[in-house]
């Protein structure tokens, strides 16, 4: 019988990638991937370190199946990815149920590491593990990109594609290059193969992942040019990435957009403060005005893109007058949706070693992120309720919460639901939207 294994993946597109990543890894070491973890042997806990929040959750979670582990002292518990980088063997010493830990470059040993582990211990049906070894694998490569290993894709209808892993940038604010290490492309070749492999599988949807995505590069290599390339793919029929840098927001790459009908209409622009003196303090390395001039280029070529970004209230030093600047961006872009946060502080980053005094109180913080979140979903309800009545082509992902109904998405990032059924899952359907819920759209067939 095989060994089971259950992948529980926390935070953003490039951690489901990885989720994925594990899966493939498991599966080629004779694995068999299971959908819940009581019915597990492994049970992987995939994480996320960009906000205290998130850790919070992912750190009850493993409390939780704590007491699964209980029942079955055989079982495996790990902690794996950006949180587990980031706490290391302090995550060994706070929880003693967790057998390993393993941060965004180790997965290549996944296999190898569980096989440790279950070797050192009895490995009998009914055995305590209080013998077995714990393990941590924390090295961060310089060159791991994970080439030449196979993703166990959860979806039949859209593909993650990782082009990029790590990031050179160090905004002030972010724990990212420190745990998952500098910039490291991915050869284009093996980037088209994978596109091409995800294609014969049936697959028509792409989206391209890293850290900065549009600062790719390979030899001569842009990220335009792979854009382009991706986009020619035979039988892709809409490519999309994420997340993108303004700073690398290229007349080139706006063109491929322009022209390559695959490439879809909706461009993730992350602007975190309206504020240049914020901006500056969190090494943004770009301004208020310079971001504007990218949108304005974005806007220029494609007059019907979607545009989403994302923003950070309460950064230390930030003053009434700095965050009213953002609500004054805000209403000058008008993001067709924005993915609010208040500040939190990442041990590590250089943002935590600003004066005591400049961090902003809770109360406040929490006030700005509420008008924060006002400004923002009042813009995307308008932008919203002006596009009802449009005709739109959805890809169908999934069978909505309601019975009878099906939820896909338009090439601009929009979702919709429309009467349906399971058979309709990875096909596209031409809708009209007739009302919206918020960010939602439902619609009725064209």
Not at 9 to 22: A, R
Not at 85 to 98: I, N, T
Not at 355 to 380: C, K, M, Y
Not at 396 to 422: D, Q, W
């Amino acid at each position: 019988m095989k060994t089971r294994a259950y992948v529980e993946t926390y935070g953003c597109q490039m951690n489901i990638s990885d989720g994925e990543l594990m899966e493939g890894v498991l599966e080629d070491q004779g694995y068999e991937i299971v959908t819940a973890p009581e019915a597990a042997d492994v049970v992987l806990v995939n994480t996320c370190a960009i906000r205290e929040h998130a850790e919070t959750r992912v750190l009850g979670r493993v409390g939780q199946l704590n007491a699964l582990k209980r029942e079955r002292p055989d079982m495996i518990l790990g902690v794996t990815g950006c949180m587990a980088q980031r706490m290391g063997d302090d995550l060994l010493a706070k929880a003693p149920y967790v057998d390993l830990v393993m941060g965004p470059d180790g997965y290549r040993g996944l296999g190898s590491a569980l096989a440790e582990i279950r070797g050192r211990g009895t490995g009998a049906p009914g055995a305590g593990a209080g013998s077995r070894r714990r393990l941590s694998v924390l090295d961060l490569s310089l060159d791991e990109n994970y080439r030449g290993l196979e993703q166990r894709r959860r979806s039949t209808v859209t593909a993650w594609v990782p082009i990029q892993r790590g990031c050179n940038h160090r905004c002030t604010f972010c724990i990212v290059p420190y745990v998952r290490g500098s910039e490291k492309n991915r050869d284009p070749d093996e980037v088209l193969d994978e596109v091409r492999r995800v294609a014969r599988d049936g697959i028509t949807e792409v989206t391209l992942l890293g850290q900065t995505v549009n600062s790719y590069s390979w030899g001569e290599v842009s990220f335009a040019r792979l854009l382009e390339a991706v986009a020619r793919v035979p039988g892709i029929r809409r490519v999309r990435f994420t997340s993108p840098h303004p700073n690398d927001v290229t007349g080139e790459l706006v063109e491929v957009m322009a022209r390559e009908d695959t490439v879809c209409e909706q461009f993730h622009l992350p602007v975190q403060s309206g504020s240049n003196r914020v901006l500056r303090r969190m090494l943004r390395r770009y301004t208020a005005e310079t971001f504007m001039e990218k949108v304005d280029l974005i806007r220029g070529a494609l007059p019907d893109i979607a545009l989403s970004t994302d923003v950070i209230v309460a950064f230390p030093g930030e003053s009434e007058d700095d965050f009213e600047q953002t609500l004054d961006l805000l209403g000058r872009v008008r993001f067709d949706e924005a993915f609010t946060y208040r500040y939190s502080p990442r041990e590590g980053t250089p943002a935590t070693r600003l004066p005591a005094h400049q961090f902003i109180d809770d109360e406040v913080g929490q006030q700005r992120l509420e008008r924060l979140i006002e400004t923002t979903r009042s813009i995307q309800k308008e932008i919203n309720q002006g596009e009802v009545g449009r005709v739109e082509e959805l890809l169908i992902e999934r069978e909505a919460r309601s019975e009878g109904m099906v939820l896909g998405r338009t090439r601009r990032g929009k979702a919709a639901v429309v009467p349906g059924s399971k058979s309709d899952i990875g096909t596209y359907l031409t809708a009209r939207l007739t009302r919206t819920t918020g960010p939602t759209f439902v619609g009725e067939r064209a």
